[in-house]
């Protein structure tokens, strides 16, 4: 079967009360930006619905691929539309679209009953009746459309399970009629946009990606700073985070990248500043920058991708004494208490896996002492980065003013 329909639906946008109308807003414009590309498509809402009505033709596989990444949708249903009210109108259009859905599906389930008497397909029928001046209420409307399809189909081994079906057969009557079987699982989470925005600590690895995803999926617009290292880390080590920004803008829209040379910084603590302590530092100075452009950009928080225990500077000792470098921007770590297979596992579902473990260093993995500090204290860190003082400044400076803007979508 073709379908141009599709019935949007969502999940927690519906406990939102009288601010519910707002969540939808932003879905739906979300909706018309990412299927403009694929032709003309009429976005709705009604009462607790949306639905996406195709008004040329459209790649079907991609509009779908499209829409389940959308976050804020639950599920996509592709539904058969019929303009009558009738009921003999209705019970004919569900004949049909268990003709063209189920006659494959009864096909090869057929081969495997041991017995004439045995289901070789389990349904129920669910009718919704929004339209309450419909004269059939919902349960009697139910069991009469069920009494049609099993008319036709009983013999092909199609039987009624109201308890534990294996399939549902819905029916939602509005001003026309719904029909649907297929819930194609969207991204969840909340529309892009209703939670304002934060700025991710981006680099080459698994872990910042999908940090950067899940807070975006609580409907926060996302920008993003990458720290690069030229010549140390080569052109390809960007492309690559680009790349990464890319995919997780699929699903968060788009990110603006903020691409900040840090080599002459992190030069300069490497000459002044005790080894072992290298990645603090520079991670303390890393976060300032982001707390710099997130008060700029009027982002409400950064976010990052660190995990307790995960390397040296991601112990509770380091991670105290680099949250102590950022004063007025609060910190959010998402993966903070995932170990690494189930970060590896979630990069894996939202296709960053493969970008990710592309052999190409960025500068935080340049720059690491053979010994580094796992204990570290504030005192101590201070008393080094004093070290810097009148060094750093300048190059701080430029690095900062001299970022590369990229916009990724």
Request: aromatic residues 8%.
């Amino acid at each position: 079967m073709e379908y141009n329909t599709f019935l949007i639906k969502y999940a927690e946008i519906g406990t939102k009360g009288k601010n519910r109308y707002k969540f939808e807003d932003h879905l739906c414009k979300r909706m018309r930006q990412r299927l403009k590309a694929l032709g003309n498509f009429e976005v709705r809402r009604e009462y607790g619905r949306i639905f996406v009505v195709a008004k040329s033709d459209f790649d079907y596989d991609e509009a779908i691929n499209r829409l389940t990444r959308i976050f804020g949708i639950s599920g996509v249903c592709p539904v058969m539309e019929i303009d009558s009210l009738e009921y003999e109108d209705i019970s004919a259009g569900v004949v049909k679209y268990v003709d063209e859905e189920f006659s494959d599906i009864l096909k090869t389930a057929a081969k495997f009953r041991r017995s004439e008497d045995e289901a070789a397909v389990t349904f129920k029928m669910n009718v919704r009746r929004h339209n309450k001046e419909y004269p059939i209420n919902s349960m009697e409307m139910a069991a009469r459309l069920g009494g049609d399809v099993l008319a036709k189909y009983e013999d092909a081994g199609m039987k009624v399970d109201v308890h534990k079906p294996e399939y549902v057969i819905n029916v939602e009557i509005r001003n026309v009629v719904y029909i649907y079987s297929k819930i194609i699982p969207g991204a969840c989470g909340l529309p892009v946009g209703t939670n304002g925005k934060a700025i991710s600590l981006l680099s080459g690895g698994i872990d910042s990606p999908v940090a950067t995803y899940m807070i975006a999926k609580r409907g926060v617009e996302m920008e993003a700073v990458y720290f690069n290292a030229p010549p140390y880390t080569s052109e390809r080590a960007k492309d690559k985070v680009k790349e990464l920004g890319t995919i997780v803008s699929q699903y968060a829209g788009p990110i603006k990248l903020h691409i900040v040379n840090f080599t002459d910084c992190q030069l300069a603590i490497y000459k002044n500043c005790p080894h072992d302590e290298l990645t603090i530092i520079m991670k303390r100075i890393m976060f300032r920058m982001a707390e710099d452009i997130a008060k700029r950009d009027d982002c409400q928080c950064i976010v990052t991708g660190e995990s307790i225990g995960q390397v040296s500077s991601q112990t509770t000792f380091s991670l105290k004494v680099i949250n102590d470098a950022v004063k007025e921007v609060p910190v959010y770590r998402p993966l903070i208490g995932m170990d690494k297979q189930e970060i590896i596992e979630m990069s894996q579902k939202i296709g960053t896996y493969e970008t990710s473990i592309l052999p190409y260093e960025d500068c935080c993995t340049i720059f690491v002492a053979k010994h580094p500090v796992t204990k570290p204290t504030l005192e101590q860190i201070i008393e080094s980065e004093k070290k810097l003082e009148g060094i750093i400044e300048p190059l701080y400076e430029e690095a900062l003013n001299g970022a590369e803007i990229v916009y990724l979508k």
